[in-house]
């Protein structure tokens, strides 16, 4: 049974950094994508960062290059995300999910909404304050 838990939100200031954490089970990582979005309150959600397994390559959408970065620990079975210069525009809950296909794939049919991989567990709130 495929199963993610993302954690490590909190209040942090604006400008200030955070670190999520996403543990994974079920699978291995060199056969799925992992992913990062987030949903702001009243509005859709947005993808944020994915790792393809196989080739380790990682991709991020364009509002948080340079001050995301997404790394695996596969033996660990945990992805993380490192939120730095973070913006009240940052505030969402953020969650990780997985599929089998790769980040390309939801690059290129689903506009890199990775919400719309198969397998996602609850998230964990970002708040980023004035």
């Known amino acids: 049974e495929v199963q993610l838990q993302a954690s490590g939100g909190g209040l942090v200031q604006r400008g200030g950094s955070l670190g999520l954490s996403c543990v994974y089970s079920?699978?291995?990582?060199?056969?799925?994508?992992i992913a990062w979005f987030r949903q702001a309150q009243g509005k859709g959600r947005e993808g944020v960062s994915c790792i393809t397994g196989t080739s380790r390559t990682t991709y991020y959408q364009d509002s948080v290059k340079g001050r995301f970065t997404m790394s695996s620990d596969s033996a660990g079975n945990t992805v993380y995300l490192h939120m730095s210069s973070l913006k009240l525009e940052d505030t969402a809950v953020y969650y990780c999910a997985a599929d089998q296909a790769s980040c390309d794939y939801f690059n290129d049919h689903h506009d890199y909404d990775y919400g719309s991989m198969y397998y996602w567990g609850k998230g964990t709130q970002v708040t980023v304050s004035s």
């Open positions: 079920g699978f291995a990582f060199d056969d799925y994508s």
